[in-house]
């Protein structure tokens, strides 16, 4: 029998988002039905209700999200009812060519649930991320959820599907921070703030946080930058030189996503170091570098999807971390909401007040 539950939804291009009943087809094959309890709210669910990811209105939001499987489709092994799980939108296929050569975390062949969920009329949802989450229940590809330890609260856990996630993977997948490094993060909202718990995580001798805003940086503070540089004020390039005895830092993360930060993080590396780009840009804009400098200035300059994570290896180890005190997820909570509360959060998010709001079920 199909179920209805309550979600919140994008019905079109910068309408307020609301909370409606939905309808939760019965599983198929490879799919799995989860009872959400947590979702956190992140930046990509503001651009779906924006209109700047497509314009496959209505939306179903949310995608930063743990919970409870209920029921799983024929063939399904991995998962069964009552696991506890974190939801991720890549799913490892397994037979393409990333994941054939040993780099899943590049699987080109991701999936996501073959029957759509619709509103009470018949409308077909668009998922998030292909996963909707800001609802009581989604219906997802079993492939996307993975199985942690229960002992860490869902709107903890919830986070690594998404923002969290991308930020520690950032500095310990693709940035391959190691002991001793110097590492500079530009940008320090939930995903810079969680390359710093990466990094510090990673052994980084120094860990400088630059950002435009105080408040950003007394944060970073806590979640282990060693050192702060307000862009605003300082010239970023030039702080990092000097605060890594001149040369530069090892690994520069970017995590804001703009032409003018990234060419910061650029600049303020050693040579032979390593940018690193989680920040994610928009369509128009435009980089524009001195090649021979590309050149002379050797090293890596990489991008991070999803911080190149692999969430069977990476979701449980980061969930032990947690439960073990050694990195503090508990600190991105800023405030836990209701369903009802999203477009609130998303004027929050906006104004520059939240590392996360959380929904919770
Ligand atoms: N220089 C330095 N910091 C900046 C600048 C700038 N020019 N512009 C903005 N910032 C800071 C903001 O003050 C804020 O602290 O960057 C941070 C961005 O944080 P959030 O808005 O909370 O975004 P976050 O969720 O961390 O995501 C960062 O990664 O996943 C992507 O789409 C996401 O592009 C976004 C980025
Ligand atoms: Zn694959
Ligand atoms: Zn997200």
Excluded at 142 to 169: H, N, R, S, W
């Amino acid at each position: 029998m199909p179920q209805h539950v309550q979600g919140v939804i994008a019905p079109g291009r910068n309408e307020p988002v609301r909370v409606e009943t939905i309808v939760i087809p019965d599983v198929g094959p490879g799919e799995a039905v989860v009872k959400i309890q947590a979702c956190g709210v992140c930046h990509t669910d503001l651009h779906y209700k924006q209109g700047a990811i497509n314009d496959e209105f209505p939306f179903l939001l949310g995608h930063e999200a743990a919970g409870i499987v209920e029921s799983v489709g024929e063939g399904v092994t991995d998962i069964e009812p009552g696991d506890y799980v974190i939801l991720n939108w890549r799913a490892v296929c397994g037979q393409c060519r990333a994941c054939r050569r040993g780099r899943p975390w590049y699987c080109f062949d991701t999936h996501n649930a073959k029957q759509r969920m619709t509103l009470l009329d018949g409308t077909e949802l668009s998922p998030a991320l292909g996963i909707g989450a800001f609802a009581e229940k989604t219906l997802v590809a079993a492939g996307q959820c993975t199985k942690v330890d229960p002992a860490v609260a869902p709107e903890v856990a919830g986070l690594l599907g998404c923002g969290v996630m991308a930020g520690i993977g950032a500095a310990i997948n693709t940035g391959n921070v190691g002991r001793g490094d110097t590492v500079a993060v530009i940008g320090c909202g939930g995903v810079g703030d969680a390359a710093i718990v990466g990094s510090r995580l990673a052994g980084a001798a120094k860990i400088i946080a630059v950002d435009i805003d105080d408040r950003k940086l007394e944060t970073a503070k806590t979640m282990g930058a060693t050192h702060t540089v307000n862009s605003r004020s300082t010239e970023p390039v030039e702080a990092i030189r000097e605060l890594t005895d001149g040369f530069g830092a090892d690994v520069v993360i970017e995590a804001v996503g703009r032409p003018e930060t990234y060419k910061q993080a650029f600049y303020a590396r050693d040579l032979a170091g390593t940018v690193v780009l989680v920040g994610v840009p928009t369509p128009e804009m435009q980089l524009e570098l001195p090649l021979l400098d590309v050149f002379g200035r050797g090293g890596a300059l990489k991008s991070s999807w999803y911080g190149d994570c692999l969430p069977s290896r990476d979701f449980p180890m980061l969930v032990d971390l947690h439960r073990q005190g050694r990195i503090d997820l508990a600190a991105f909570v800023t405030e836990t909401i209701g369903l009802g509360d999203v477009e609130k959060a998303f004027a929050r998010m906006h104004e520059g007040d939240v590392l996360r709001s959380v929904v919770v079920l």
